[in-house]
């Protein structure tokens, strides 16, 4: 049973560019987490999402920022006119549980470099 | 919302020693509380959760306590090896469709 797939691994962009990140969850899981860390910080919430809904999109910045997971297909992050700040790790973590009332699985994360 | 406090930042002890990380939340309706651990160009993994029915939790050298009345939990490593050199999070949820908030983490280093 792979594990929750996350591409690219490394991912250059410069300013002004779109970054997508593609995340495949667990096979099971329908529950879909994305989650941004800065060097040295903590893991940042930024949006839950469940096949074709957004449950909570709280933590996602309103502009430049979006989120999908489609019926059929992979969770994607959109970063629309990246800036250097965008610059990070960009986690997604699955579960086949509603909320995170048990484990989270995590992928190994997308790099983001904004030259 | 909830808010996670984790300490120390950075931790080093000698391997074989004991090695504590300390959190606590805010929010006193969150009811799970897992650790996961970070190594470095990895993602987190879980290593272990307690839930707050429940005041202690052990897997082998690996124990989380949970003080509900304080809202603090904490994780202890025994006989530490430098395997265990990593990143540690704890997290805490309150519940349905809430997310898991995590703490900033904590640089564990064991020198042999």
């Known amino acids: 049973n792979a594990g929750v797939m996350q591409n690219p691994r490394h991912l250059v962009r410069r300013r002004g560019q779109e970054a997508r990140l593609r995340c495949s969850p667990m096979?099971?899981?329908?529950?879909v987490y994305w989650y941004r860390q800065l060097p040295e910080e903590g893991l940042k919430f930024m949006v839950y999402l469940q096949k074709e809904n957004i449950i909570d999109e709280s933590g996602m910045p309103k502009e430049r920022f979006s989120a999908e997971f489609p019926k059929e297909g992979p969770s994607i992050l959109r970063i629309q006119q990246v800036v250097r700040g965008d610059s990070a790790a960009y986690f997604c973590a699955s579960s086949p549980l509603q909320g995170a009332t048990g484990e989270l699985f995590f992928g190994e994360g997308s790099r983001l470099t904004v030259l | 919302g909830e808010n996670v406090e984790q300490h120390p930042s950075t931790l080093s002890v000698q391997e074989g020693d004991s090695a504590v990380i300390k959190c606590t939340y805010s929010?006193?309706?969150?009811?799970?509380f897992p650790w996961y651990k970070q190594e470095l160009g990895k993602g987190p993994q879980l290593i272990i959760d307690?839930?707050?029915?429940?005041g202690e939790k052990k897997d082998q050298r690996i124990a989380v306590t949970l003080n509900k009345t304080a809202k603090h939990f904490s994780l202890h490593i025994t006989e530490t090896q430098p395997e265990d050199s990593a990143v540690y999070f704890c997290?805490?949820?309150?519940?349905?469709?809430?997310?898991?908030?995590f703490g900033k983490g904590t640089r564990l280093s064991v020198i042999a």
């Open positions: 307690i839930r707050s029915n429940v």
């Open positions: 929010d006193s309706a969150s009811n799970y």
């Open positions: 096979k099971g899981h329908s529950h």
């Open positions: 997290a805490a949820d309150t519940r349905g469709n809430t997310p898991l908030v």
